[in-house]
């Protein structure tokens, strides 16, 4: 799948293996997660209310529209989680009891 | 006096230079912030291995970032400084905080709320496809991460960070495709005038204008967005031009906004009055001249009080921290006091040119079409939102968003309370400050699901 964001400059930082829904990717070492997901693909997640797919909005922690996964059902806020090697995210809740939560 | 509890919320320009003025004071204030690095939105760090210069990150603000970043820098020691920490509620002479799931209570005898700004929105059709980022992401993409949103970006929008953003993708080496500005240029040069406390702001603006078309990008002024298209994500903009004539940009990424809103819900959680600001069509929490909020303890700095941009973030987080201290019956300068309160005066007029220059465009807000989504979080649209008003009588904003849900979803209001208030009072044929505001609500930001899960069981 194309990327959606296109690396413009510090591309010789040390690259980190991560997965994305079981599949490997290569990110780079100080990568944000939705940084490390979208330089390989063009969406984040699905939305939960059937309107399509989503790919973050506002990069600061402020829409809460990045949420990712881990396989244990713990959310990850994409935009400001960093990489780490053998990280291991989902696009999608791994069970449905998860949504809705309240606030 | 070293027993005095002094708390700041938020790590930019405005709470770093109260922390320091604490620490000047004899005082170790406790300094909580949500992001791992100092340095708030604008001097937002890169991530250590990043190499990118200050003058490549900053450009003109280059010398004022690094020194923001020093004076935090050696501030380590003399305050207590909780990064990754989310202050996410207020109560009981109190701030709650959250950190890898494990809460805080922290007393105060002061407390500066230092909490900033976040894009302010609203709905065009198409904004929730993948693609579309809001105007301060797209900066925080390349700033923090030296990525571009997409191979073709159209910035849309209004106000100066639309100029600088667009700006700093062209010289980066990014794709352009055209900037979109739904504010006239004659205001802008209009406004002028009004700026000369800060006229370089607008002067800045022009100049990264005049680059843009140097470069040889679309650069409209008084435009009308129409829809961001695509099927399953960003293929085109549609817009008018100010004659009204319709034209379609091909791109694969839209970074929009119109100007900011201040993050408010802290102040909102302790109960602090807040007045409607005409100018900024906005409500805000009540100051005094000095940043003191209505209740004791609580003083208001930077963009969080009024958004006045970054210098003005700094002068009025030392003149927040020195009320405070007053207040706190410790010795103060007073003369140094009176000049940063009439640096501070001089501002009112800069803002009226800030709003002059680029006015919230309401009447856009108000005639979002009823199939366009204005909640992001829970998709929601505006027709929906349109009968909580006509079929149910929603009066104002909060019992719409019991009706309807629009502000409940998880960004708390953030991204559809400006757009969502227009729609409200244009149905009921109100002014908009006549339908309220979105009550902040705790927590201000979704906690970890573990911490949820602990605190119901
Ligand atoms: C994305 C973005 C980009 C911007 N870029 C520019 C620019 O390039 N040039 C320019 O002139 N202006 C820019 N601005 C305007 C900018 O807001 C001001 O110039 C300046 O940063 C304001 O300083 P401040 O200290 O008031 O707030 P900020 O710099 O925004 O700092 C506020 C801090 O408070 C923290 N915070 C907020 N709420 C909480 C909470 N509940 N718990 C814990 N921490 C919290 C945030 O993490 C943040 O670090 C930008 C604004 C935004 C939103
Ligand atoms: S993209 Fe908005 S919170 Fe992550």
Known sequence: MPARFVRVAEQDRRPIEIEIDGVRHTALEGDTLLVAVLTHAERLR????????????????????????TADGQRIRACTATVA?????????PSEDIWPISA | MADLRVVVVGAGPAGIRAAQTFVEAGLRPIVIDEGNASGGQIYRRQPAQFRRSYETLYGFEAKTAKAIHDTFDRLVGQVDYRPETLAWNIYDGAVHTMRDGVAHKIPFDALVLATGATDRLLPIKGWT??????????????????????????????????????YQYAKAGADVAAVLDTSALSGQIHALGLMTSRPGLLAKGLYYRAQLLARGVPVHNGVTPVEIEGTD????????????????????????????????????????????DEDLAQWRPETDSDGRASVKGIYLAGDGARVLGAD????????????????????VAVRRMDVLRREQQRMEQFRRGLARAFPWPAELARAVADDVLVCRCE???AGELRSTATLKGAPELNRAKALSRVGMGRCQGRYCGSAAAEILADVRGERVEAV??????????????????????
Request: hydrophobic residues 45%; proline residues 5%; aromatic residues 6%.
């Open chain 1, 85 to 93: 090697p053998g990280m291991s995210v989902l696009t999608n809740p």
């Open chain 2, 233 to 276: 994500q960003v293929e085109a903009v549609r817009f008018r031009t100010r004659s009204g004539a319709e034209r379609r940009v091909a791109c694969d990424a839209v970074g929009m906004g119109f100007h900011l809103r201040s993050e408010t819900q802290l102040a909102d959680l302790a109960r602090c009055a807040f007045v409607f």
């Open chain 2, 436 to 457: 309220g505001r979105l009550r902040g609500q705790a927590p201000v930001k979704p906690l970890p699901l573990s911490a949820v899960r602990g605190a119901a069981s």
């Open chain 1, 46 to 69: 699905q939305s939960e209310f059937s309107d399509g797919s989503r790919a973050g909005f506002c990069l600061m922690g402020a829409c809460q529209d990045c949420w990712m996964w």
């Open chain 2, 312 to 331: 003005a973030a700094e002068k009025s987080g030392r003149l927040a921290a020195l009320a405070a201290l007053q207040d706190l019956g410790l010795p």
């Open chain 2, 379 to 381: 998709a929601i649209t």
């Open chain 2, 129 to 166: 496809l993948p693609g579309c980022y809001s105007m301060g992401a797209a900066q925080i993409a390349l700033k923090a991460q030296a990525c571009a949103i997409g191979r073709q970006v159209v910035f849309l929008g209004t106000g100066p960070l639309l100029y600088l953003v667009s």
